[in-house]
């Protein structure tokens, strides 16, 4: 069996998507710092503890958001002799950092929702549900922004961000929901809006699994990859020499992926031969697949 390797080359579009991801973190970031403040004093003043468990939220996705752009900046750092493989791993990592986070925030907000159930309040303000709804609209047209572009860079940590934006935009709704109904009903529903509260407490432990899983199978180089599999048999079906494609092993780190393929040449040609075509193999897949970061090719003789 003859394994070939070649020198990584720079590539601009593997930039480009480092680039949109940490602008997109720009953004989360001045976002959720002008919506957290607006929370904190529209809850306080409103006596709403649903917006004030919203501004909770909202303030633990500035530091989750300022972990994601140390982890996109720390993951784009080039492979070195520590490093092989690069530091794409970084990501998951610092996405399991973001979980913690909403972890404790939810565990915070059903604490004292819990707490407050049994606590004589005031009913909330009328105004605090047109904060919530400008809130609720920004934080969806956030999410939309946000998971396009971790769709486009392929970034774990930036779509647990994207995430964010949707759990924070579904407990402002829970929010609206039950100011409403404490508003509606009067004297003796003050605890509508606690019990929204609890309720967005639930679904935010809900989004940490949804933000954990994908991050922990890309640790643990889970067979999830299927589709970049397909689109390297397609490839190589097409480089003259290359006879079939055998086993194909993907493995993610950050954004970018390593491919282990193997493929099957002609028995009789000699070495060199069978290292001009994986070397002709490999420029292929880089140049048509961007998200490539390297490929390792092992050539299999033909014995049939």
């Given at each position: 069996m003859l394994i070939c390797t070649f020198a990584q080359r720079d590539r601009i579009p593997k930039m480009t998507k480092h680039k949109t991801a940490i602008r997109t973190t720009y953004f989360s970031i001045a976002g959720n710092t002008c919506l957290a403040l607006l929370k904190w004093f529209a809850g306080y003043f409103g006596n709403s503890y649903a917006l004030i468990a919203d501004a909770i939220e909202s303030t633990t996705d500035i530091f989750s958001s300022l972990l994601i752009l140390f982890g996109l900046k720390y993951s784009s750092r080039p492979p070195d002799k520590n490093h092989p493989y690069g530091h794409g791993r970084a990501e998951p990592l610092i996405t399991f950092l973001v979980v913690g986070f909403?972890?404790?925030?939810?565990?915070?907000?059903?604490?004292?929702?819990?707490?407050?159930l049994g606590t004589p309040h005031e009913l909330p303000k009328p105004y605090t549900l047109l904060v919530l709804g400008a809130i609720i609209i920004w934080k969806e047209v956030s999410y939309r922004i946000v998971i396009r572009k971790s769709i486009e860079t392929k970034s774990t940590a930036l779509k647990a961000d994207a995430w964010h934006h949707r759990s924070d935009a579904i407990t402002s709704v829970a929010a609206f929901i039950g100011i409403s109904t404490a508003l509606i009903l009067g004297k003796g529903y003050e605890s509508a809006d606690d019990w929204a509260a609890l309720f967005a407490s639930g679904f935010i432990f809900y989004n940490s699994y949804l933000i954990f899983r994908p991050a922990l199978g890309e640790i643990m180089d889970e067979h999830l990859y299927d589709d970049v599999i397909e689109q390297i048999r397609i490839i190589s079906a097409k480089v003259p020499g290359v006879i079939d494609t055998e086993k194909c092993y993907i493995r993610k780190t950050g954004m970018t992926y390593h491919a282990d393929l193997h493929i099957t040449v002609d028995a009789t040609i000699s070495v060199r031969e069978g290292h001009e075509i994986a070397h002709r193999l490999k420029d292929k897949l880089m140049e048509e697949l961007s998200e490539l970061a390297d490929v390792l090719i092992h050539i299999e003789p033909d014995v049939e």
């Open positions: 909403l972890i404790t925030s939810a565990t915070i907000i059903g604490y004292k929702s819990i707490i407050n």
